[in-house]
């Protein structure tokens, strides 16, 4: 079990280590957080006894640029809070702000909008697996995850004219429709009848039944349904 000990900040300080027991400083810059994020860990073993998480290294002031832009013009904001699913802020943003203001977006517009935040959920589905399996020494099977993953990115391009921050949604649409030719369609559908199942059976190959992939994650952090759902987990996390 995982406590999360955020009242003591200065817990390398001021905790008593038992002697049975490891304490592990990562990040604020390491390869395995691929982000910004200091952990400091008590390890018992392989089993982590208690983690104190300091976050707040990439404070870029995203509420105060909100006060200075519309509802449109914050979207350039939005797409970088979480770049690795850009066109999903995006969504979910104006998704917000057109209930908060009652504001029934078009039958078309939803159905694009559901293809774009689907293809994002895919993307970082295989970014996620991908980056466990880098972590872990497997370095092709990340690639096999990012190769599919620049498709993707074609997609958006295609649609949006932006491949990493697409900034494609507005209050109540788009800035942009698909376009009127039939290769939006074409891409989509061979992404997922043919290199979607091909990238999925090739990294099933190479991680599933890896057996240090295994012997590394099987029962490692396991999470119940009941905590999974009281701390809002979703996506690989979840279904995990």
Known sequence: ??????????YLRNHVQLPDRWVLNIGPQHPATHTTLRLIM???GERVARVTPHIGYLHSGFEKLGEHHDYNQYVCTISRMDYISPIVNDIAFHTGVERFFG???TTRCKVVRTIMAELGRIQNHLLCVGAAALDLGGFTG?????NER????DIVEYLSGQRFHPDWTRVGGAWRDI???DTFKRMIKHFINER???AVKDMETLLTRNRIFIDRLEGVG????????AWGLTGPMARS
Do not use: H, W
Request: contains cysteine; hydrophobic residues 40%; glycine residues 2%.
């Open 142 to 146: 990340f690639l096999y995850g990012f």
């Open 179 to 181: 376009p009127c030719d």
């Open 42 to 44: 008590e390890l018992d």
């Open 196 to 198: 979607l199942p091909r």
């Open 150 to 153: 620049e498709f993707i990115y």
């Open 1 to 10: 079990m995982v406590t999360i000990d955020s009242d003591n900040p200065d």
């Open 222 to 229: 396991a999470i119940s349904k009941q905590d999974a759902i």
């Open 103 to 105: 504001i029934e977006p």
